[in-house]
């Protein structure tokens, strides 16, 4: 991996290898996200929505139906990130057309892949059925429209278009920072290089989840509430409120933003170093 560089989840990247190459990539990332910081998503997503803390048999249930979604969502998001940079390059100053676009990259990813399959995982969990099982039920509740337009879709929407903000743009632009600040590529020993870089990422990883956290925790808690209980938007506020008041948007903050910290270290860390070794392989062919 290079390390005399930041990388960044961008445009650039995108278009620097093949529409297929880059979804097998962000597979990669997410499969190795999925499988580090599950856990801990899950435990908040519980504690969010009222339940106690998953067992050790539920602690990946509803795993691979996430992978699923997510992956679709992120591919979605970072498909859909290059497209919008390309369409409004040379209208609006860089860093600001990054910025806006990474989040509304959010918005699109929740609303057309991520809310649906997210929604019967979190109903699965306070039900006590299997996935496919909460998928039937709701259905025959009611009906594909609850499922295609579940509770929970418009404050999911809300909780992504930070977080993605945070993947797509604020990560990169912290490390970039601190690139500036520390730079790695002066030390001398190869294995230390590689280790300062590694360090760079991981800190840049959780100062930006100390921001992503705060700002997309009530939705994602609204969110919870919501796909747990199968109530509409202004029924989740209100049970919230009178349950915990302020605080009760933020239960669950802790645990989620340390699953947001090793998800912005995972997923762009894994991204990236994938993307440079099939760069670097395609350069010696």
């Known amino acids: 991996r290079d390390t005399t560089r930041p990388n960044k989840m961008d445009a650039e990247a995108h278009d620097r290898v093949g529409r297929f190459e880059r979804v097998g990539i962000i597979c990669a990332g997410v499969s190795a996200d999925m499988l580090v910081n599950y856990p801990l998503w899950i435990s908040a997503k519980r504690i969010s929505a009222g339940l106690t803390l998953p067992t050790l048999r539920e602690v990946y249930k509803g795993s691979g139906s996430l992978l699923f979604a997510l992956g679709p969502m992120i591919i979605a998001q970072d498909t859909s990130l290059a497209l919008m940079l390309h369409a409004v390059d040379g ?59 579940p509770h929970g879709a418009l404050a999911i929407a809300g909780r992504e278009i ?46 930006t989840a100390l921001v992503a956290g705060p700002l997309s925790q009530p939705p994602a808690v609204v969110a919870a509430h919501q796909q747990a209980h199968a109530v509409s938007l202004t029924a989740a506020f209100r049970a919230i409120a009178l349950s915990g008041g302020l605080g009760g948007f933020y239960s669950g903050l802790l645990a989620r933003t340390g699953s947001l910290a090793g998800s912005l270290f995972v997923m762009p860390f894994t991204v990236e170093t994938v993307q440079q070794m099939l760069e670097r392989r395609r350069a010696q062919s």
């Open 91 to 149: 209208h609006l100053e860089p860093t600001t057309a990054h910025a806006t676009c990474a989040c509304l990259s959010g918005a699109i990813g929740a609303l057309t892949v991520g809310a649906q399959v997210e929604g019967v995982i979190t109903r699965a969990h306070a039900t006590k059925q299997s996935v496919w099982q909460a998928t039937c039920s709701t259905y025959r509740t009611g009906g594909l429209l609850s499922i295609v337009a």
């Open 162 to 207: 930070p977080y993605a903000g945070c993947l797509f743009f604020l990560s990169g632009w912290i490390r970039e920072r601190l690139h500036e600040a520390w730079p790695v590529a002066t030390v001398s020993a190869e294995h230390s290089t590689a280790g300062g870089s590694v360090l760079r990422d991981m800190l840049a990883a959780v100062l």
